[in-house]
């Protein structure tokens, strides 16, 4: 599953890869963004254009009626289930979103414990994992709350050494199609191989508590792997 992930892109990065047309947004970066945290999205806009917005990570659906603090993990979503799990599979129909990401965090078992690795794009772009979204409104006060999940998939050949799953990533001609939804379930399998890259970094980040502007979250504390 994916637990963590960074977000640290420059706002031009995102006006040239999902068509932003949108006055400029100041997006600060996160190097430990963890759930029920406030996350960037990519929503569908109009004439063909896309809008950037923001949610709490963890989809809350619209119809939940018990208090925020019963509703169970929902920070990933597994492709295999999307479709028909109560939870998501209104907004797979009706609300789809990509989260931009320069990278996410997932945990090896070694012999000394789990050992966090930071993995990215293997040239260093934005990754655009798909996603869910939803509004809800807190019946004790009053509050609306937009909230959104990430998708997650079986593991491709490389991410298997670390993980047993990872997000699902779209490839840039493939964007559109989710965002519109004309694509289907056939969208959310794993990445090529050859496109991603990862290291092992210090176990600090292990804490949600480590601080979210601190870049040496993911510097390498060992050689890069790659595919």
Not at 2 to 25: D, I, K, N, S
Not at 40 to 46: A, N, R, S, T, W
Not at 176 to 203: C, F, I, K, Q, Y
Request: with cysteine.
């Amino acid at each position: 599953m994916c637990g963590r992930f960074t977000q640290m892109y420059t706002w031009e990065q995102l006006v040239a890869l999902y068509r932003l047309t949108m006055p400029p947004v100041n997006t600060q970066p996160s190097y430990n963004v963890c759930p029920t945290d406030q996350i960037d999205m990519i929503l569908p806009g109009e004439n063909g254009a896309s809008a950037f917005g923001r949610a709490r990570w963890g989809l809350v659906p619209y119809w939940w009626s018990k208090p925020l603090k019963q509703l169970p993990a929902t920070f990933n979503a597994r492709s295999d289930g999307v479709a028909t799990k109560p939870m998501y599979r209104e907004a797979l129909k009706k609300r789809r979103c990509i989260v931009p990401m320069s990278g996410f965090y997932e945990w090896r078992q070694m012999e000394d414990g789990k050992q966090p690795f930071f993995i990215s794009a293997a040239d260093g772009g934005v990754l655009s994992c798909a996603g869910l979204w939803d509004t809800w409104k807190d019946r004790e006060n009053g509050e609306t709350i937009r909230s959104a999940t990430l998708i997650v998939t079986e593991a491709n050949p490389f991410m298997s050494n670390i993980h047993d799953r990872m997000p699902v990533l779209l490839p840039p001609e493939k964007l559109e199609a989710w965002l519109g939804g004309s694509g289907g379930v056939e969208m959310l399998t794993p990445s090529p191989t050859d496109t991603l890259r990862a290291w092992p970094v210090s176990r600090r980040v292990n804490s949600s508590k480590a601080e979210k502007h601190d870049r040496s979250l993911i510097d390498p504390i060992e050689p890069m792997l790659t595919s």
